[in-house]
T-cell receptor
């Protein structure tokens, strides 16, 4: 297992377009998390899954954002009608059980909305 | 809600010297987890060290150690014998043990520069 993979690494999109990111967690990890990181800031929690169930969503996750984790494996994060304020690094992480031993992060997807 | 504060936006140290990064947090919980993560320019966050609040002994991982002061809600990271590869953003993070509260709360980060 090569760790948490995210695709694409970079995405440039025009305002108003929809974008979708993919995250492949470590196969043994049952929990998957999405975070957003803006320049010069620490990551902010967006949502998390335990297996295929989405158990918590941040208030940062507006109705333009949707995340799925079909079959409890990979996850997708979709942003509809992108806005310039959506420009950020989107990080995915996974953990086994409750993550008391820390999460494993992917390299992130950098989104630029022009 | 829990908050994490890193008051040093930037720090620099000479190679082979020791540097300490500061972190304070605010919580009403008595049991929790604290972490230091490193984010090099390649962007992937890497776990450096973790501390369980119920353990009084400070965690150590090779050249990295923490000074955990529970009463003061302080969790500083000491890097000994600094190496050029230690240059990165360092984030302090808090995690509640409560069921359902799975998220990590991060500080704003400290950018560490190693001078050769």
């Amino acid at each position: 297992d090569t760790g948490v993979s995210q695709d694409p690494r970079h995405k440039i999109t025009k305002r108003g377009q929809n974008v979708t990111f993919r995250c492949d967690p470590i196969s043994e990890h049952n929990r998957l998390y999405w975070y957003r990181q803006t320049l010069g800031q620490g990551p902010e929690f967006l949502t998390y899954f335990q297996n295929e169930a989405q158990l918590e969503k941040s208030r940062l996750l507006s109705d333009r954002f949707s995340a799925e984790r079909p079959k409890g494996s990979f996850s997708t994060l979709e942003i509809q009608r992108t806005e310039q304020g959506d420009s950020a690094m989107y990080l995915c992480a996974s953990s086994f059980d409750r993550g008391a031993h820390g999460y494993t992060f992917g390299s992130g997807t950098r989104l630029t909305v022009v | 809600a829990q908050t994490v504060t890193q008051s040093q936006p930037e720090m620099s140290v000479q190679e082979a010297e020791t540097v300490t990064l500061s972190c304070t947090y605010d919580t009403s919980e008595s049991d929790y987890y604290l972490f230091w993560y490193k984010q090099p320019p390649s962007r992937q966050m890497i776990l450096v060290i973790r501390q369980e609040a119920y353990k009084q002994q400070n965690a150590t991982e090779n050249r990295f150690s923490v000074n955990f002061q529970k009463a003061a809600k302080s969790f500083s990271l000491k890097i000994s014998d600094s190496q050029l590869g230690d240059a990165a953003m360092y984030f302090c993070a808090y995690r509640s043990p409560e069921w359902g509260a799975q998220k990590l709360v991060f500080g704003q980060g400290t950018r560490l520069t190693i001078n050769p």
